[in-house]
């Protein structure tokens, strides 16, 4: 049997890649003087907690608010959407990432930094 024909069995014995349960979201950027994380609320306002944030269940929905958030150049810059779930108090991070930047800075002495500033 030709190596060509082997391969082309391969490829079609490989089953389509499933497409993606649609996850929860927000819009989420930095707002532009401060610097400070924001989200997008209900009533279109940027909060600063992620609980406060509008909850976006449709991609279409979350997209189209993303859209029009990122025209607000005065305001904010970096915007995107960020998966999240629904907690008891609102928006709840599902990545590290997200949870970080919720947290703010980490320019504080921690680890290492703060054994150094104590034995100093």
Request: charged share 30%; with cysteine; net charge neutral.
């Amino acid at each position: 049997m030709p190596a060509d024909t082997k391969a082309d069995n391969t490829a079609a014995a490989k089953p389509a890649p499933k497409a993606r349960d649609p996850k929860p979201q927000v819009v989420t950027a930095n707002a532009l003087l401060e610097g400070d994380v924001v989200y997008l609320a209900g009533d279109r306002s940027w909060t600063r907690h992620l609980s406060d944030a509008q909850i976006f269940d449709e991609p279409l929905a979350a997209e189209a608010a993303l859209a029009e958030a990122a025209k607000r150049h005065a305001e904010v810059v970096g915007c995107y959407r960020a998966e999240v779930k629904h907690g008891p108090r609102g928006a709840e991070p599902t990545h590290f990432r997200e949870d970080f930047r919720r947290r703010g800075p980490s320019n504080y002495a921690h680890g290492k930094q703060a054994a150094a500033s104590n034995a100093a």
